[in-house]
């Protein structure tokens, strides 16, 4: 089993985890062993090893420590380094600067993804957002935050659409975006032309595909609602499927679950509008913001 041991710059804390994870149960499964088993050893819960395994929990190192004495890891160049993700793992990515953010784990996701296919049923996605649309969609979003918890929201996701302009390593990003997220107006008619031009804008830059699923293409496979596909350059990293919450979010994993919203992925770009036919659509529709 080889794992790497190289220490880079601003390490991101919840891929390292991922990463970590899934070595570990690498290991577990060369062992022969179940996550009960595991557990039963360490005088531990069942579900604090899979937690562990999937990335969702931090890890000490002297987890890691543990879990290679129940492993009979013996090179110690493979424990060390293993501890030495552990390490990395809890340290804290530029997001943790603007204290509590529920969704921190998609955010360590998306920091570190090589491409994300997002449909939106309902507001323009956040990477493509301006500050005035977006200060004004989350205050009407979360109407008991305070103008401070808005304000830090919103810093949070001009911060993350960083990632869209990057000049070495820039997002590649397919968005569908059903009509009413056009037509639904966000803060004021100003707002929301400033908008839909920057949609335009975006979507002429050769990383960023945006497509407007019109409402006579009637029922289609997004009507259960947002999701997001993010998948990464490391083939270590699992592709995930990301579906928001209001309490809580789901991140899947499986290959049966990747593949299902795949295929709905792609019937979806089948029934929007083309790239080209979708720039003259918003621009129609920003024209009727006046």
């Not at 931090?58 to 420590?65: A, E, G, P």
């Not at 998609?106 to 993804?113: F, P, Q, S």
């Not at 999701?227 to 919450?245: K, M, N, Q, R, S």
């Not at 792609?266 to 913001?289: D, G, K, N, P």
Request: charged residues 25%; proline residues 4%.
């Amino acid at each position: 089993m080889e794992v790497q041991s190289q220490v880079v710059a601003n390490v991101n804390p919840t891929v390292r985890r991922r990463r970590l994870g899934s070595e570990l149960r690498k290991l577990r499964e060369q062992k022969g062993m179940t996550a009960e088993e595991v557990a039963a050893r360490l005088l531990v819960s069942q579900s604090k090893i899979s937690r562990l395994e999937n990335g969702r929990r931090s890890i000490s190192q002297r987890d890691v420590r543990d879990l290679c004495g129940v492993y009979g890891v013996e090179d110690v160049r493979i424990v060390e380094s293993l501890m030495q993700m552990a390490k990395e793992s809890r340290q804290q990515g530029w997001w943790h600067a603007f204290g509590d953010i529920p969704y921190s784990v998609y955010i360590g996701l998306e920091t570190e993804a090589a491409s994300l296919r997002v449909f939106e049923p309902q507001v323009v996605p956040g990477l493509l957002q301006t500050t005035e649309y977006a200060a004004a969609m989350i205050a009407g979003n979360l109407p008991e935050a305070t103008p401070e918890q808005v304000e830090k929201r919103v810093n949070v996701r001009i911060r993350r659409q960083e990632r869209i302009t990057d000049p070495d390593s820039p997002l590649r990003m397919w968005a569908v975006i059903d009509e009413a997220a056009l037509c639904r107006k966000v803060g004021s008619a100003e707002i929301m032309r400033e908008q839909l031009m920057r949609l335009v804008e975006l979507s002429h830059l050769p990383h960023v595909t945006v497509q407007v699923l019109p409402f006579e293409a009637g029922a289609h496979p997004g009507l259960s609602g947002q999701f997001a596909v993010l998948e990464f350059t490391d083939t270590t990293d699992a592709t995930v499927v990301y579906l928001e919450g209001v309490n809580s979010d789901l991140y899947l994993e499986k290959d049966t679950d990747v593949q299902a919203y795949s295929v709905m992925y792609e019937h979806l770009r089948a029934q929007a509008l083309s790239a080209e036919q979708t720039r003259v659509f918003i621009t129609e529709a920003a024209e009727r913001y006046v």
